[in-house]
């Protein structure tokens, strides 16, 4: 069997080989000076870092680490009816507004032309057929036969 | 919600959603080997600390981009080992002890020589070799030793490759043994 290489030793002290190829390791070390001098100062500087224990106690993170943090978003409030009714109306108070202000502000229609024609089709409409039958005492006073003044309108 | 009985993934999607107990539950879980390795790797508890605290608030930051098909404590342990790095690196810029972090590495507080034993002498003298190795060594002794990683899976957390995790471990393991045979030689 070949040597046994450094890292395939330290990789043996953490645990990393399997255990038939550590068996074949061991044997290969129990056979070969070289690799068992080598074998034994990895494992004497192993077992010499041992004297590095940390010991942990008495340094907590938790609590510094949460007042690091930023503050947490406030939880989102129920807005109370009272607020609510006051956008309500504010906004129809706003639509009536708009409304009103838009019909006054409309354009209006333009009064219809007038015209001969126009002015002949009022007056038929006026005429003694009509409801109103205001032109009889109008066209007499213009005729030549004269005035019906004396004649009241029905 | 039982945040103890979920994965590390699943109080990551937690956290995603500001769920404070999710956070505290996975410092719970990795602070004491945050800040054991912190604390190996700069020899300083208050470093160890900041280091730990920075690391969660990252974590934190992180939660809605986390991807559960990485595995938690390889990605955590890699910001961890990063911000160790990167402490020493500034450790290097700003200390005016000749030491630099090495003169921090003490078993013990009390350095009356008088007072300390055999075997303080040794812790001390093992912790000083540890502190005399550059970062990269002493990051991946401490991944290897006390971690308890493979040499594949300490290259996989660092982002180095496992040709050179394999050299620093075996260059790290010579220069320590050598420190240690002088100690002894001389003891």
């Not at chain 1, 838009?102 to 038929?124: I, N």
């Not at chain 2, 992180?62 to 160790?84: D, G, H």
């Amino acid at each position: 069997m070949e040597h046994i290489s450094d890292i395939q030793m330290l990789e043996m002290l953490g645990g990393h080989i399997p255990e038939s190829e550590q068996l074949r390791f061991r044997d290969h070390i129990g056979d070969c000076s070289e690799c068992r001098q080598r074998w034994q100062e990895y494992e004497q500087t192993w077992m010499d870092l041992a004297e590095c224990q940390v010991d942990t106690a008495g340094h907590d993170l938790v609590e510094n680490m949460i007042s690091a943090l930023p503050a947490e978003n406030p939880p989102m409030k129920l807005w109370p009816a009272t607020a609510l009714a006051r956008i309500a109306a504010s906004i129809l108070l706003a639509v009536f507004l708009g409304h009103v202000l838009g019909k006054w502000s409309a354009p209006q229609p333009a009064p219809p032309e007038e015209t001969a024609v126009t002015q002949a089709m009022f007056l038929d409409a006026l005429g003694p057929e009509s409801v109103v039958g205001w032109s009889a005492p109008v066209r007499a006073e213009d005729s030549e036969e004269g005035s019906t003044a004396d004649e009241t309108v029905s | 919600m039982d945040t103890q009985a979920l994965t590390d993934e699943k109080l990551m999607e937690a956290i995603a959603g500001d769920d404070r107990s999710a956070l505290a539950e996975l410092v719970r879980r990795h602070q004491d080997k945050a800040i054991a390795l912190a604390f190996r790797t700069l020899g300083r508890w208050d470093l160890a600390e900041d280091v730990g605290q920075e690391a969660f608030l990252r974590v934190y930051r992180a939660s809605s981009r986390y991807k559960p098909e990485a595995k938690f404590s390889t990605w955590f342990y890699r910001i961890v080992v990063n911000l160790c790095l990167d402490e020493t690196r500034r450790e290097k810029r700003t200390s005016t002890d000749s030491g630099g972090i090495l003169s921090q590495f003490s078993a013990t507080s009390d350095t009356n020589p008088e007072e300390i034993h055999q075997k303080q002498e040794k812790k001390q003298a093992v912790w000083q070799a540890l502190g005399r190795l550059n970062e990269r060594e002493r990051i991946a002794v401490v991944l290897h030793r006390f971690e308890g990683f493979s040499h594949q899976q300490a290259a996989e957390l660092t982002g180095w490759s496992p040709s050179a995790v394999e050299s620093l471990l075996v260059r790290a393991y010579q220069k320590l043994r050598q420190e240690l045979a002088d100690f002894k030689e001389n003891s």
